[in-house]
């Protein structure tokens, strides 16, 4: 780690600082004291207020089949249509299910995708998106809505037959089903359905797209857990780019979500803030200004004065497991400041007598480091790709063992 690096730990905020500045010394102050406090600084000035539970519920069947897939691997395929909320602003999130077909509970990932369930696998049984979606010809998404073209355009980020024979079921919904990705996309997004504004001016602290898809994926959880077939002790949140900023607040909300993992998340997800590398506070609220509360957007420029920053977030997760990934041509989302994040987060899980990434330095590409918090960085560009998902299986098959069986002790993340 050379010295420019550590002198932007050196300039971090506490972590572990409670409301009077004094650091957490025991998991108790931690979860009392600093924790509120710290997640409160989040909330206020960067993602907006937390969003309160509320009704979810089925609207009519649950899809359940047989699905034949690639390499013949045979899973059972959920389809389910959420209901958000009551009254006439309530939302409809479909959400899509691969489960192995095993005996037992099994461990599940959920996610939300930017393109519609049916982009995420050429599976023909798929019900296709009924939601707005940005406009995008070469992946078959004309008039904001999508067509039988943009069906598995994006199977590449959901690898579900190298995951299924790992033993674990993959969910995921349409991000637009909760918050359309889009400036003008509050007003058909959850936000109506909770009772939050969506015109006007609005206040400092009130949540953007990112808390919205958080909650949303909370939401979902309420229904996963309740399925026979998925182990609730063993839901593991995740989130690429964008959706890996709301994957780590959805962990930082949410503490059921026994494992979080972000992947290329960048600015307002695992890298610093304070680095100005790559995509910066300023860059990120003048393109996206629908993404997070409006205070975010006063730190541009003078980033410095935040009370908070990329590593509290991360705290958050302690000491349940993290795992942070990385690609090193991402240079938007700055790789090695998501690795000073994790390394500057450590404190937390330091708390509970575990390691988090242990003193290592920043790792070469395809070398996964790191204990209770895991962390690679790949070749490549902006993107989630298999070789990503297996090392988080890798991670999770250490840290959620089956029950009756410990968790691993070996150190190191596996490479293989």
């Known amino acids: ?176 089903d909760i918050f359309p990705d889009s400036p003008e996309g509050r007003g058909d997004s959850v936000l109506a359905a909770v009772g939050r504004p969506v015109t006007g001016e609005l206040p400092a602290d009130e949540p953007g797209a990112i808390a919205a898809w958080a909650w949303g994926l909370s939401r979902i959880l309420d229904w996963l857990v309740m399925l026979p077939e998925v182990d609730p002790t063993r839901v593991i949140v995740v989130g690429h780019s964008r959706l890996g900023k709301a994957a780590l607040w959805a962990g930082a909300c949410d503490e059921r979500f026994a494992m979080v993992v972000s992947n290329d998340s960048g600015c307002g997800g695992a890298a610093l803030e304070r680095r100005r590398v790559g995509e910066t506070v300023a860059d990120i609220t003048k393109r996206f200004p629908n993404w997070f509360c409006p205070a975010f957007a006063g730190y ?9 920053d990329a590593h509290v977030l991360l705290a958050m997760t302690a000491p349940r497991p993290l795992y942070v990934a990385s690609a090193i041509e ?36 395809n070398t996964p480091v790191g204990n209770h918090v895991g962390y690679h960085v790949r070749t490549g560009k902006h993107d989630l790709l298999e070789y990503d998902w297996l090392r988080f299986a890798d991670f999770a098959d250490r840290h959620l063992p089956p029950p009756g069986r410990p968790a691993s002790k070996a150190t190191g993340a596996s490479g293989r």
């Not at 990932?109 to 979606?133: K, M, T, Y």
């Open 330 to 365: 991402d240079t938007g989302a700055d790789p090695e400041g998501e690795f000073l994040a994790a390394v500057a987060a450590e404190p937390a899980w330091k708390l509970f007598g575990l390691t988090g990434l242990g003193g290592v330095a920043w790792p070469p590409v």
């Open 300 to 308: 541009a420029g003078h980033v410095e004065d935040l009370p908070c």
């Open 1 to 176: 780690m050379d010295a420019a690096a550590v002198a932007t730990l050196a300039a971090l905020p506490d972590p572990l600082a409670g409301p009077d500045g004094r650091p957490a010394t025991t998991p108790e102050a931690w979860r009392n004291v600093s924790r509120p406090h710290q997640f409160a600084l989040l909330e206020q000035h960067v993602y907006g207020r937390r969003l309160p539970p509320t009704v979810t519920h089925v609207e009519g069947e649950v899809e359940r089949g047989e699905a034949a897939l690639a390499d013949g691997v045979v899973a059972t395929r959920l389809q389910a249509r959420l209901r958000i909320g009551t009254g006439p602003k309530s939302r409809l999130i479909d959400v899509l299910v691969y489960l192995p077909r095993r005996d037992g509970p099994c461990p599940v990932f959920v996610g939300l995708n930017f393109r519609g369930n049916h982009a995420e696998h050429p599976d023909p049984g798929i019900r296709l998106s009924q939601a707005w979606l940005p406009n995008d010809e070469k992946t078959g998404i004309v008039n904001n809505r999508a067509t039988e073209a943009s069906r598995g355009s994006n199977s590449r980020r959901f690898p579900v037959e190298s995951m299924l024979a790992r033993g674990y079921g993959m969910a995921t919904a349409c991000s637009a």
